[in-house]
């Protein structure tokens, strides 16, 4: 849906007006749920910041909340629509904040992997996806004993995972799937790529973890020259990546965080200390701007093209209409999905 006129051309300071003044008037039947690479004119309305297993979490608590605007992409809106109460309206101020990454695993695809692995193993192998992926995979991997996982929590969802069955197969990422199972000790030779455009079963016999051919940009983006760039800036700074970086750049950095984990470890470091962070460059400018008595500084600059659809001028627009009574970019999904996809998140929050 495009945005009127009458609100795409609001500067950010008349966004802000219509914002508060919306707010005030919703009261506590509004709750604005915001990602940590939103950029700072959304973050600054946020009721709650988190990363997408706080922002889960969060969903699943705000009973009290008649609307949940999330300030977030559109896989996390999902997320929340199906773990928040069955009257609560789900929002997403607009609806072309889509991660590149969740749309590289389809359901049909998964399913056509399942069956050629199967035929291999039998039962002996259970389906993990990333919080990054679309609901009606969450829902095949529910049906198949499966879970989700975030990048928060994904070894401890690996670690049940493998005490349920003998094979993981992880959706969509390549990246997040490897460098989780090497923490967990999996050797490399046993993590193997599912790559759906061209499969070859027969190559990942003695596999143990077979890891979706998927990828985000945003943090593939940072290289080793990167890194070796940074330590020969600032040889005494700590480097800090997401874990949906390759392994190679993993295993030069000095920790792989999930978001919050890098919000921890920035936080977390003495006074005086240099640090250099691998993810969206939102969060960390964010970062530097909050720990003053630290030099805080990007691996390299990469911004998360879908997170920035989410405008201040969308998100008035979204809560003008609101007050008004009127939904715009209403996140639903079909109950028989979501009976699936809800077992698949439940599997993963009993865990924590
Ligand atoms: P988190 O699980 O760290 O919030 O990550 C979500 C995401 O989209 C990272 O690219
Ligand atoms: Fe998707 Fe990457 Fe953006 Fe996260 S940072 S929403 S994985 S494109």
Redesign the pocket.
Known sequence: MKLPQAYASLSEQQAAEHIRAAKAALGPDLVILT???QRDSIVAFGDFVG???ELSRRAAQVRDARYIVFCG?DF?AETAAMLCGPKQVVLIPDRTAM?P?AAMATRQQAVLAWDALTALWGDDLVPVTY??SYADLKAFCGEHGGAVC???NAQKVLQWAFSQRGRVIFFPDEHLGRNSALALGVPASQIRVWDPDAPDPQALRDARMIVWKGF?H??TRFTTADVDAIRARYPDAKIVV?P?CTAEVVARSDAAA???GIVRYVRDLPAGATVAIG??IHLVERLAAQNPDKTVVPLARSQ?GAMYRITPQALAYTLDELTQGRFVNRVRVPKTIQKWANKALERMLALA
């Open positions: 990602h940590h690479y990363d997408s297993l992409v996390m991660c990454m919080q990054n975030t990048s928060a985000c945003v943090h997401h949906e999930s978001t919050s993810t969206e998360c």
